[in-house]
Protein backbone atom coordinates (compact mmCIF):
# COMPACT_ATOMS: atom_id res chain seq x y z
CA UNK A 1 0.00 0.00 0.00
CA UNK A 2 1.44 3.48 -0.85
CA UNK A 3 2.18 5.91 1.79
CA UNK A 4 -0.30 8.17 2.83
CA UNK A 5 -0.19 11.91 1.98
CA UNK A 6 0.07 14.07 4.54
CA UNK A 7 -2.89 16.76 4.76
CA UNK A 8 -2.32 19.73 3.14
CA UNK A 9 -1.64 22.82 5.48
CA UNK A 10 -0.54 20.47 8.59
CA UNK A 11 2.13 20.55 10.11
CA UNK A 12 4.02 17.09 10.54
CA UNK A 13 3.23 15.71 14.12
CA UNK A 14 3.73 12.06 15.97
CA UNK A 15 0.17 12.42 16.81
CA UNK A 16 -0.72 12.86 13.56
CA UNK A 17 1.25 9.94 12.46
CA UNK A 18 0.19 7.39 15.15
CA UNK A 19 -3.36 8.20 13.24
CA UNK A 20 -2.39 7.36 9.72
CA UNK A 21 -0.70 4.65 11.97
CA UNK A 22 -3.52 3.24 13.08
CA UNK A 23 -5.40 3.62 9.79
CA UNK A 24 -3.76 1.62 7.89
CA UNK A 25 -2.82 -1.23 9.81
CA UNK A 26 -6.44 -2.27 10.30
CA UNK A 27 -6.67 -1.63 6.38
CA UNK A 28 -3.50 -3.58 5.70
CA UNK A 29 -5.57 -6.36 8.16
CA UNK A 30 -8.39 -6.71 6.42
CA UNK A 31 -10.46 -5.75 9.82
CA UNK A 32 -13.44 -3.29 9.56
CA UNK A 33 -13.94 -1.27 12.66
CA UNK A 34 -16.41 -3.60 13.61
CA UNK A 35 -14.42 -6.55 14.04
CA UNK A 36 -11.89 -4.68 15.70
CA UNK A 37 -14.12 -3.53 18.32
CA UNK A 38 -15.37 -7.16 18.85
CA UNK A 39 -12.05 -8.49 18.93
CA UNK A 40 -10.42 -5.91 21.27
CA UNK A 41 -13.95 -4.85 23.15
CA UNK A 42 -12.94 -0.99 22.34
CA UNK A 43 -16.30 0.38 21.10
CA UNK A 44 -16.16 1.42 17.25
CA UNK A 45 -17.02 5.17 17.39
CA UNK A 46 -13.61 4.97 19.42
CA UNK A 47 -11.28 3.16 17.68
CA UNK A 48 -12.63 5.50 14.87
CA UNK A 49 -11.75 8.69 16.86
CA UNK A 50 -8.22 7.05 17.12
CA UNK A 51 -7.51 6.44 13.51
CA UNK A 52 -8.95 10.42 12.68
CA UNK A 53 -6.44 11.75 15.18
CA UNK A 54 -9.58 13.49 17.33
CA UNK A 55 -8.47 10.97 20.45
CA UNK A 56 -4.95 10.19 21.82
CA UNK A 57 -5.95 7.25 23.62
CA UNK A 58 -4.09 5.40 26.67
CA UNK A 59 -1.28 2.81 26.47
CA UNK A 60 -3.64 0.30 27.24
CA UNK A 61 -5.33 0.55 24.10
CA UNK A 62 -2.40 1.11 22.33
CA UNK A 63 -1.02 -2.35 24.06
CA UNK A 64 -4.19 -4.08 23.07
CA UNK A 65 -3.44 -3.16 19.37
CA UNK A 66 0.22 -3.95 19.52
CA UNK A 67 -1.35 -7.53 20.47
CA UNK A 68 -4.42 -8.04 17.51
CA UNK A 69 -1.43 -6.54 14.52
CA UNK A 70 0.97 -8.50 16.32
CA UNK A 71 3.31 -5.17 16.04
CA UNK A 72 5.53 -5.61 19.49
CA UNK A 73 5.77 -2.28 20.67
CA UNK A 74 5.45 -0.31 17.84
CA UNK A 75 2.03 1.79 18.70
CA UNK A 76 2.69 2.29 22.12
CA UNK A 77 6.28 3.74 21.29
CA UNK A 78 4.45 5.88 18.84
CA UNK A 79 1.64 6.91 21.36
CA UNK A 80 4.46 7.88 23.95
CA UNK A 81 5.84 10.23 21.53
CA UNK A 82 2.57 11.66 20.34
CA UNK A 83 1.79 12.37 24.05
CA UNK A 84 5.10 14.91 23.89
CA UNK A 85 3.92 17.05 20.83
CA UNK A 86 0.42 18.22 23.17
CA UNK A 87 2.80 19.46 26.69
CA UNK A 88 3.85 23.59 26.00
CA UNK A 89 7.58 23.92 26.04
CA UNK A 90 7.52 25.22 29.08
CA UNK A 91 6.60 22.57 30.94
CA UNK A 92 8.98 20.13 29.23
CA UNK A 93 12.05 20.91 30.83
CA UNK A 94 10.22 19.96 34.33
CA UNK A 95 8.26 16.64 32.91
CA UNK A 96 11.96 15.22 31.60
CA UNK A 97 13.41 16.06 35.19
CA UNK A 98 10.76 14.38 36.73
CA UNK A 99 10.56 11.54 34.78
CA UNK A 100 14.09 10.97 35.59
CA UNK A 101 13.23 11.62 39.81
CA UNK A 102 13.84 9.06 42.78
CA UNK A 103 12.08 10.73 44.96
CA UNK A 104 9.06 13.22 44.51
CA UNK A 105 7.49 15.36 47.23
CA UNK A 106 4.08 17.18 46.73
CA UNK A 107 2.10 19.65 47.99
CA UNK A 108 -1.80 20.19 46.34
CA UNK A 109 -3.27 23.41 47.05
CA UNK A 110 -7.01 22.69 45.29
CA UNK A 111 -7.39 19.83 42.98
CA UNK A 112 -5.57 15.88 43.10
CA UNK A 113 -1.99 15.83 41.95
CA UNK A 114 -1.64 14.88 38.37
CA UNK A 115 0.24 11.83 39.06
CA UNK A 116 -2.97 10.08 41.17
CA UNK A 117 -6.05 11.82 39.10
CA UNK A 118 -8.71 9.33 37.17
CA UNK A 119 -8.61 9.73 33.26
CA UNK A 120 -12.77 11.47 33.86
CA UNK A 121 -10.82 13.66 37.25
CA UNK A 122 -8.38 14.88 35.10
CA UNK A 123 -10.60 15.23 31.89
CA UNK A 124 -12.81 17.96 33.64
CA UNK A 125 -9.76 19.05 35.47
CA UNK A 126 -7.95 20.01 32.16
CA UNK A 127 -11.51 21.00 30.60
CA UNK A 128 -12.31 23.79 32.97
CA UNK A 129 -8.67 25.14 33.50
CA UNK A 130 -7.81 24.93 29.06
CA UNK A 131 -10.57 25.90 26.99
CA UNK A 132 -9.33 24.12 24.48
CA UNK A 133 -11.33 21.98 22.07
CA UNK A 134 -11.97 18.25 22.45
CA UNK A 135 -8.83 17.10 20.41
CA UNK A 136 -6.13 18.94 22.22
CA UNK A 137 -8.13 18.09 25.45
CA UNK A 138 -7.54 14.69 24.93
CA UNK A 139 -4.23 14.85 24.25
CA UNK A 140 -3.78 16.55 27.04
CA UNK A 141 -5.82 13.98 29.22
CA UNK A 142 -3.97 11.22 27.74
CA UNK A 143 -0.64 12.34 28.21
CA UNK A 144 -1.39 13.12 31.69
CA UNK A 145 -2.45 9.46 32.47
CA UNK A 146 1.03 8.88 30.58
CA UNK A 147 3.13 10.58 33.63
CA UNK A 148 1.05 7.67 36.18
CA UNK A 149 3.96 5.00 34.91
CA UNK A 150 6.65 6.85 37.07
CA UNK A 151 5.05 5.22 40.22
CA UNK A 152 4.86 2.07 38.74
CA UNK A 153 8.71 1.75 37.53
CA UNK A 154 10.56 -1.31 38.61
CA UNK A 155 12.74 0.65 41.24
CA UNK A 156 9.82 2.11 43.22
CA UNK A 157 10.52 5.78 43.18
CA UNK A 158 9.49 7.57 46.80
CA UNK A 159 5.83 9.42 46.48
CA UNK A 160 4.97 11.57 48.83
CA UNK A 161 1.98 13.91 48.23
CA UNK A 162 0.27 16.47 51.11
CA UNK A 163 -3.28 17.21 49.98
CA UNK A 164 -5.43 20.72 51.39
CA UNK A 165 -8.46 19.64 52.61
CA UNK A 166 -10.19 22.13 49.95
CA UNK A 167 -9.27 19.32 47.40
CA UNK A 168 -11.50 17.16 49.37
CA UNK A 169 -13.98 19.82 49.54
CA UNK A 170 -13.48 20.68 45.47
CA UNK A 171 -15.97 18.15 43.70
CA UNK A 172 -16.41 17.23 40.38
CA UNK A 173 -19.64 17.07 38.81
CA UNK A 174 -19.94 13.95 37.76
CA UNK A 175 -20.40 12.00 41.25
CA UNK A 176 -19.15 8.58 39.56
CA UNK A 177 -16.46 10.40 38.79
CA UNK A 178 -15.66 11.45 42.23
CA UNK A 179 -16.24 8.29 44.12
CA UNK A 180 -13.82 6.64 41.51
CA UNK A 181 -11.08 9.32 42.08
CA UNK A 182 -11.95 8.84 45.93
CA UNK A 183 -10.98 5.46 45.93
CA UNK A 184 -7.87 5.37 43.32
CA UNK A 185 -6.86 7.63 46.18
CA UNK A 186 -7.00 5.02 48.74
CA UNK A 187 -6.07 2.48 46.51
CA UNK A 188 -2.73 4.58 45.57
CA UNK A 189 -1.79 5.08 49.34
CA UNK A 190 -1.67 1.34 49.79
CA UNK A 191 1.16 1.52 47.49
CA UNK A 192 4.46 0.66 49.42
CA UNK A 193 6.29 3.53 47.52
CA UNK A 194 3.46 6.14 48.40
CA UNK A 195 2.78 8.37 51.05
CA UNK A 196 -0.77 10.21 51.40
CA UNK A 197 -1.45 13.19 53.96
CA UNK A 198 -3.84 15.76 54.32
CA UNK A 199 -3.42 19.07 55.80
CA UNK A 200 -7.02 20.15 57.52
CA UNK A 201 -8.50 23.48 57.55
CA UNK A 202 -7.68 23.27 61.01
CA UNK A 203 -3.98 24.08 60.64
CA UNK A 204 -4.87 27.42 59.70
CA UNK A 205 -2.58 29.71 57.41
CA UNK A 206 1.00 28.07 56.60
CA UNK A 207 3.97 29.04 54.76
CA UNK A 208 2.14 26.77 51.09
CA UNK A 209 -0.95 29.28 51.48
CA UNK A 210 -1.96 29.51 47.61
CA UNK A 211 1.01 27.37 46.28
CA UNK A 212 1.17 23.86 44.74
CA UNK A 213 4.71 22.77 44.84
CA UNK A 214 6.39 19.73 43.79
CA UNK A 215 9.89 18.54 44.89
CA UNK A 216 12.56 16.24 43.12
CA UNK A 217 15.33 14.48 43.69
CA UNK A 218 17.88 13.28 40.94
CA UNK A 219 19.57 10.57 40.66
CA UNK A 220 23.00 12.89 41.02
CA UNK A 221 21.96 14.04 44.04
CA UNK A 222 20.58 17.43 42.49
CA UNK A 223 17.18 18.65 43.30
CA UNK A 224 14.53 21.07 42.13
CA UNK A 225 11.48 22.34 42.90
CA UNK A 226 8.44 23.60 40.94
CA UNK A 227 5.47 26.16 41.90
CA UNK A 228 2.14 26.41 40.06
CA UNK A 229 -0.84 28.38 40.26
CA UNK A 230 -4.04 28.16 37.55
CA UNK A 231 -1.85 30.03 35.05
CA UNK A 232 1.65 30.22 35.39
CA UNK A 233 4.27 27.02 36.45
CA UNK A 234 7.79 27.87 37.45
CA UNK A 235 11.45 25.65 37.86
CA UNK A 236 13.38 26.78 40.40
CA UNK A 237 17.12 24.65 40.51
CA UNK A 238 18.97 27.62 42.36
CA UNK A 239 20.11 25.09 45.95
CA UNK A 240 19.28 27.89 48.02
CA UNK A 241 15.88 28.57 46.99
CA UNK A 242 14.93 25.13 46.86
CA UNK A 243 16.23 24.56 50.33
CA UNK A 244 13.54 27.30 51.33
CA UNK A 245 10.62 25.37 49.71
CA UNK A 246 11.74 22.36 51.23
CA UNK A 247 11.71 23.58 54.81
CA UNK A 248 8.13 25.21 54.38
CA UNK A 249 7.02 21.64 52.88
CA UNK A 250 8.57 20.35 56.48
CA UNK A 251 6.61 22.59 58.05
CA UNK A 252 3.72 22.18 56.15
CA UNK A 253 4.15 18.01 56.71
CA UNK A 254 4.31 18.59 60.63
CA UNK A 255 0.91 20.28 61.04
CA UNK A 256 -1.18 17.30 58.14
CA UNK A 257 -2.89 14.26 59.52
CA UNK A 258 -0.66 10.87 59.52
CA UNK A 259 -1.62 9.22 56.66
CA UNK A 260 -3.64 6.64 58.30
CA UNK A 261 -5.71 9.60 59.53
CA UNK A 262 -5.67 11.50 56.50
CA UNK A 263 -7.08 8.07 54.90
CA UNK A 264 -9.50 7.73 57.35
CA UNK A 265 -10.65 11.35 56.40
CA UNK A 266 -10.76 10.27 52.29
CA UNK A 267 -13.28 7.35 53.20
CA UNK A 268 -15.59 10.09 55.39
CA UNK A 269 -15.54 12.21 52.10
CA UNK A 270 -16.16 9.02 50.10
CA UNK A 271 -19.11 7.81 52.19
CA UNK A 272 -20.56 11.43 52.52
CA UNK A 273 -20.53 12.33 48.57
CA UNK A 274 -23.45 11.93 46.57
CA UNK A 275 -23.35 8.86 44.65
CA UNK A 276 -24.41 8.26 41.17
CA UNK A 277 -27.26 5.45 41.77
CA UNK A 278 -28.67 3.26 38.79
CA UNK A 279 -32.33 4.01 37.47
CA UNK A 280 -34.80 2.12 39.11
Known sequence: MPARKSTSGRKPSARRTLAEE??????????????????????????????????LGSPEVMKTLDQAYGTGKHLILFWELATVDVIP???KRFMT??????????FSVSTVPG????????????????????????????????RHEWLLRED??????????????RVPTDPKAWQLQLSHLLDAAAMPNVTLQ?????????????????????????????????FTGDLTEQPEAVERMRLAYDLVRDVALSPRESMTLVKQVAE??????PPE
Open 22 to 55: LARLREESGRSLSELAEETRYDRAYLHKLERGER
Open 89 to 91: DKY
Open 97 to 106: SESEATSRYE
Open 115 to 146: LLQTEDYAREVLRVASYRGTEELEGLVAARLA
Open 156 to 169: LPVYRAILDEAVLM
Open 198 to 230: VLPFSAGLHGLVGTSLTLLWLPDGKSLAYTEDA
Open 272 to 277: DSPRCN
